[in-house]
């Protein structure tokens, strides 16, 4: 008889804890680049890497943490939309994490001007 043992991959939400996961930035002057950062907390016993953070398009650019986010421990990404087209936006960060499977979507908006 074979059994497998079945480890419990862990899950995003289990590692990572954003203080928001969308923000909008209203109005926005054409050609003058805007920021946020993305705050999240570690809320588990081991140390958080962020694998990676990537944009759905060159005129979002995210910036993350390269080293490992002890337990208990804050962190922020900061993403940046260049903002060099008129017209409504909404943009997604996809946040991976080391060893885990799923991952977390950060979501800008607003309104070029």
């Known amino acids: 008889m074979f059994v497998a043992a079945l480890s419990a991959q862990p899950k995003a939400d289990d590692l990572i804890k954003f203080d928001s996961v969308s923000h909008a930035f209203g109005k926005v002057k054409k050609g003058t680049p805007v920021s946020v950062e993305f705050g999240f907390t570690n809320p588990s016993k081991k140390p958080l890497i962020i694998e990676d953070a990537t944009a759905e398009c060159g005129c979002t650019k995210p910036e993350y943490p390269k080293q490992p986010i002890m337990p208990g421990k804050t962190g922020k990404i900061k993403v940046t939309y260049d903002a060099k087209e008129a017209g ?9 994490l080391v060893n885990v499977t799923d991952s977390k979507i950060l979501t800008i908006s607003g309104e070029v001007i």
Do not use: A, D, H, Y
């Open 88 to 96: 409504s936006f909404t943009k997604k960060v996809t946040v991976r």
